[in-house]
């Protein structure tokens, strides 16, 4: 099984900010890497497939990028609405695994 | 738009079998895509538990392959998670989700989730 490693676990933000997050793969997994949002109480939503493409509707603040084992997920200019916690996903094989998630917060 | 719907007993008792369903509806479920189950234990992060294509081909997690049982019923657009042998473990919201060709089998569209709470 590919496991994959995010880090960091918690990461503490003001609006405005720009903020990193950062997702490890066990083995490459070319660019079959999504990022999700979640907010409490909430399902999640998905905001960028293969990587590095948006999803509809979700902000040009939030990109992605990487390739092979080694994801990053930027979001420049944190609004409010963006303190949520955050995963990544392989879909590369199956199990599609998630990393442990990233709890932003203010 | 495609909408995903859960729904199966909240309380499950221990050593008992889970049983859930997921109802797709403004789209087919006959298509390309994955339906898959995920599920969230208190406070944890997101387990894929597997899933299923139209045609009845299964991905089971490995990690829960001998406890569960992946289905799909195309005339009723809708497909089910059988999970046998609960324990406490288990309690935890349970999501179905789309995985979409299209989109690197990323999970686009999600059901609001149902809790399940393994007691006696």
């Known amino acids: 099984d590919i496991q994959m490693t995010q880090s960091p676990s918690s990461l503490s933000a003001s609006v405005g900010d720009r903020v990193t997050i950062t997702c490890r793969a066990s083995?490459?997994?070319?660019?079959?890497l999504n990022w999700y949002q979640q907010r409490p109480g909430k399902a999640p939503n998905l905001l960028i497939c293969?990587?590095?493409t948006l999803q509809s509707g979700v902000p040009s603040r939030f990109s992605g990028s990487g390739s092979g084992t080694d994801f990053t997920l930027t979001i420049t200019g944190l609004q409010p609405e963006d303190f949520a916690t955050y995963f990544c996903?392989?879909?590369?094989?199956?199990?599609?695994?998630f990393g442990q998630g990233t709890n932003l917060e203010i | 738009q495609v909408q995903l719907q859960e729904s199966g007993p909240g309380l499950v008792k221990p050593s008992g079998t889970l049983s859930l369903t997921c109802a797709v509806s403004?789209?087919?479920?006959?298509?390309?895509?994955?339906w898959s189950w995920v599920r969230q234990a208190p406070g944890k992060g997101l387990e894929w538990i597997g899933e299923?294509?139209?045609?009845?081909?299964?991905n089971p997690n490995p990690s829960l392959k001998s406890r569960i049982t992946l289905s799909v019923d195309k005339s009723k657009n809708q497909f089910s998670l059988t999970m046998t042998s609960v324990t406490a473990a288990d309690t935890a919201v349970y999501y179905c989700?789309?995985?979409?060709?299209?989109?690197?089998?990323?999970?686009?569209?999600w059901g609001q989730g149902t809790t399940v709470t393994v007691s006696s």
């Open positions: 403004g789209g087919s479920i006959s298509s390309i895509n994955w």
């Open positions: 989700a789309r995985g979409a060709f299209s989109y690197f089998y990323g999970m686009d569209v």
């Open positions: 083995q490459k997994i070319g660019r079959y």
């Open positions: 293969g990587a590095s």
């Open positions: 996903q392989h879909t590369f094989s199956t199990p599609r695994t």
């Open positions: 299923i294509h139209y045609s009845g081909h299964t």
